[in-house]
């Protein structure tokens, strides 16, 4: 059971444009809903996160919007650069006697081209 | 200021064979995760660490797998007579306590059993 589903898979943007990636959730006890960046070879990165509390989260270029009653989040990049090209993971997690296991989504492979 | 170090980068072995990997956590960092990563997949969480409490091993897919940590520091997961469908990615995250969400994440090590 897929509790975390990302869309897209892949994604091509121009230089300059917006990327968008979307997240869907089912456990309504999730309390926390990272977004990581990889790239090749690499281990992920901690982009930004948010919590259920608040509808969106903006640090500098990149912003999550989050809709509690949906079940969705997405991450919004703005201005979009060569240098983003990786692949984002959405996830989410909970406090639950301990310990926040992630729940991952499968990934989106973001290109920006010139 | 180190981050987390796992070893080996790369694992190739065969069929059958029993693997050791390792993680070293940030330091003073006492929660510690496992996660794989399966080719073109999301993270699956795997094991879970918290000081001298006892492992959330939900997350382990068979009795073949196991982990083992010292205190607050090193930690291995070992794959005993390993197969072709344990391929993947193994990541190691720490965090700064149980109640912390951010996760910080090694390079992985790349197994492939052939």
């Known amino acids: 059971q897929q509790q975390v589903k990302q869309s897209p898979q892949s994604l091509i943007v121009q230089k300059g444009g917006i990327s968008i990636i979307n997240c869907a959730y089912e456990?309504?006890?999730?309390?926390?809903f990272p977004w990581y960046q990889q790239f090749p070879g690499k281990g992920p990165a901690l982009l930004i996160a948010i919590r259920p509390d608040v509808s969106e989260k903006k640090e500098g270029r990149f912003t999550i919007s989050f809709n509690k009653s949906a079940k969705q989040f997405s991450l919004h990049i703005m201005d979009s650069q060569p240098g983003d090209s990786a692949t984002y993971f959405c996830?989410?997690?909970?406090?639950?006697?301990?310990?926040?296991?992630?729940?991952f989504g499968t990934g989106t492979q973001l290109k920006v081209e010139l | 200021g180190a981050g987390v170090s796992q070893s080996p980068s790369n694992k190739v072995t065969e069929k059958g064979k029993d693997v050791e990997l390792r993680c070293d956590p940030i330091?003073?960092?006492?929660?510690l995760y496992w996660y794989r990563q399966r080719l073109g997949q999301g993270l699956e969480f795997l094991i879970y660490?918290?000081?001298?409490?006892?492992?959330?091993k939900s997350g382990l897919p068979s009795d073949r797998f196991s982990a083992e940590r010292t205190g607050e520091s090193v930690s291995t997961l070992t794959i005993q007579r390993t197969q072709q469908e344990d391929s993947a990615v193994y990541l190691c995250?720490?965090?700064?306590?149980?109640?912390?969400?951010?996760?910080?994440f090694g390079p992985g090590t790349r197994l492939t059993v052939t």
């Open positions: 330091s003073g960092h006492t929660a």
């Open positions: 995250a720490s965090s700064l306590s149980a109640g912390a969400y951010e996760q910080y």
């Open positions: 456990n309504t006890a999730f309390d926390y």
């Open positions: 996830a989410a997690s909970k406090q639950a006697g301990g310990g926040n296991k992630l729940t």
């Open positions: 660490f918290q000081g001298n409490s006892a492992p959330d």
